[in-house]
């Protein structure tokens, strides 16, 4: 079969979902042009801004879209085949992540603009506020586990792994310079780009040209080296001002990600008329991953961004329903974001399936196997097979800093909203606190149920996968009692979340099995941990039973 046939199929899908359901959505939220946003009703030309909906569409794909529907649909599509992962792509995406988001837009301009997190107090109750923001810790602590470490194997690949990790500091290096030219001059940001941008890929090239070995700290290895040289970036990035590195590095961050699915999707259709990649890998592998897990539920959580995110909601309920210039523009933004990134997610597979079965075996990290296939698709189109999978691992990279420095900014957030943390030192201290559970986890030897010693990001990719999805379903959860309180039709969102509840759940049950029986009980964080997310879920559920029942009753 052609890939660009299989490509086509699935956005052929994604549009009519967006055709037929997202105009029902519209309905159900009861979106009217007619009443102002809080873009508008409360504007400061800081916070809240109406933004073009095409531009605020690019702004929020680039803060929602990163590693993770890269690595999740390789991974899912290694272990049971890419025509299971491609229909939960799409039926995900459409059914389940595109209502999460667009519900947390809708919500969010329904109550000024106000976080998901604060939603949740104004229908359910203290308590359920606080387990909520407490769920939402522990699962960004996850995100920030996994991300630290598969960015961490990238850079110490033997092969390509020094230039990919010169070109990564050179570009934070850039993105900072970038920051200050926007601060302290008067340079239009079109210009900014125009300057700066280029020299992105003058970094690229440098890369190659000056690899950096850096030095291992005594007594561990290479890898655990950059783990902890990324978690210092990660402390820095959540304490300066957004303006110095996060603004630039994510509006850089975002040419990367137009740029890469740009150029691929135009590969793939010029390397159709030249015949060439054809799916190659199995539609269907087997009904297991190699440790052992059923496809029902970890293909729903492996997959994870690329069909549904509780990540998302943050981001959506955050900034997004802030700059919302329309009420309708939700369905573009919230709606249509997520799609986009199940095409994102779709391109990430097809680097997959243009592999047989052996050979993607053999490379193994999907980092690699997403690098190989997007230089195979850019030197179709003429550019350096070198330079583009230089190219793509840099731009992995990219996605993955989109995701460390915006969760360890809203870890510490939370942690100071918990605790009360607001002065100097009380950022200082949260994001430590934030970034003490990863520096544990990345710094000691993780091991699979059968003992032997497996990366980091292998084990807590899962985990990370099931608590995202966790975090979806309880932000559905807390959507549902909005719209059952306005006698609406609570069930678009209610059903998901049962659905979401139901695999999450299992998934972490089946996860935490083996350690239970090997380690009887468990003292390790990844257990813990788990058990903590389990309980503080069924918290939250019995809140929101508890306000249907009382409302029910009233």
Known sequence: MPLLALLLAGCACLWLGYAFYGSFLRRVFELSDGTPTPAHTFRDNKDFVPANRWYLLGQHLSAIAAAGPIVGPILAGMWFGWLPTLAWLVIGGVFIGGVHDMASVAASIRHKGRSIAEIIRAHMSRRAYVLFLLFLWFSIVYIIIAFTD?????????????AVASSSMLYLGLALI????LKTTRLPLGMATALFLPLVFVCIWLGG?????IPVIPGIDARTTWDIVLLAYCFIAAVIPVWLLLQPRGYLGGFFLASTAGLSIAGIAIGAFLNRWQVQFPAFTRWTNPGGLPLFPLLFTTVACGACSGFHSIVASGTTSKQLNRESDALMVGFGGMLLESVVAMIALATLVILARPQALKLGDPNQIYAQGIASFLDTIGISYEFAFNFALLAFATFVYDTLDVATRLGRYIFQELTGLKSKMGIVLSTLATLLLPALCVT???????????PAWKVFWTVFGSSNQLLAAMTLLGLSVWLYRKKRAYQVTLIPAVF?????????ALILKPWFIKRAGGAEPLVLTSIVLLVLSALLIAESAAVIIKHRRA
């Not at 040209?209 to 070995?213: E, S, T």
């Open 500 to 508: 979401m509840t139901l695999v999450a759940i299992l998934s972490l």
């Open 444 to 454: 000691t030897k993780t091991r699979d149920a059968t003992g032997a010693v497996i």
């Open 178 to 181: 970038m920051g200050i030219v």
């Open 150 to 162: 598969i960015t961490a194997s990238t850079f110490t690949d033997t092969i390509r792994g020094p």
């Open 209 to 213: 040209h000056i690899p950096l070995a």
